[in-house]
């Protein structure tokens, strides 16, 4: 007999729904792993290597001899100390000053931000001063009587 094949012999197995289920199981298990992983990855690059970011600002407020200024400048912002600028006017340790971002976010809010100025005393090398900024929040403690 030639040419007859058994049409088990022939046939491939056809892929069940459960064997559909299991590789798209495997696929979704191994997406998860991956995202851990990529998110513990970024949190140990974060603690190791801090992101610092740079914007160019406005600052006012009134210097060491009460003189009001505007200067403009670079915030940097740093995970690990915080917001800081380089002025060329000498600050009072806990003067307010108010700073505006040059180009606002997506928000459009190009507000000045009122914060409290801890600076160095001395100067660096190029003549400025830098000076670590804590964002000034409203008191809530005060009646509403009282600010009318």
């Known amino acids: 007999m030639t040419g007859s094949v058994s049409g088990t012999h022939n046939r491939r197995a056809q892929p069940t729904s459960n064997h559909f289920l299991h590789k798209e199981l495997h696929r979704v298990s ?8 990529q998110r513990r990855c970024t949190l140990g690059l974060s ?36 917001k800081r600028i380089r002025l060329c006017h000498p600050m009072r340790k806990g003067a307010v000053v108010f700073v505006r971002l040059l180009q606002p976010m997506a928000s459009g809010n190009g507000y000045p931000i009122a914060y409290q100025a801890e ?26 009587e009282s600010l009318t």
Do not use: C, M
Request: hydrophobic share 40%; charged share 25%.
């Open 119 to 144: 600076p160095s005393l001395a100067q660096d090398d190029s003549g400025g001063y830098e000076v670590h900024l804590v964002q000034i929040h409203p008191r809530a403690d005060l009646p509403v």
């Open 47 to 82: 603690a190791r290597f801090p992101t610092t970011s740079l914007y160019r600002v406005e600052v006012s407020g009134w210097d060491l001899d009460e003189n009001f200024f505007v200067e403009k400048t670079d915030l940097e912002w740093d995970e690990e100390r915080g």
């Open 30 to 37: 191994l997406a998860a792993f991956l995202l851990s992983l």
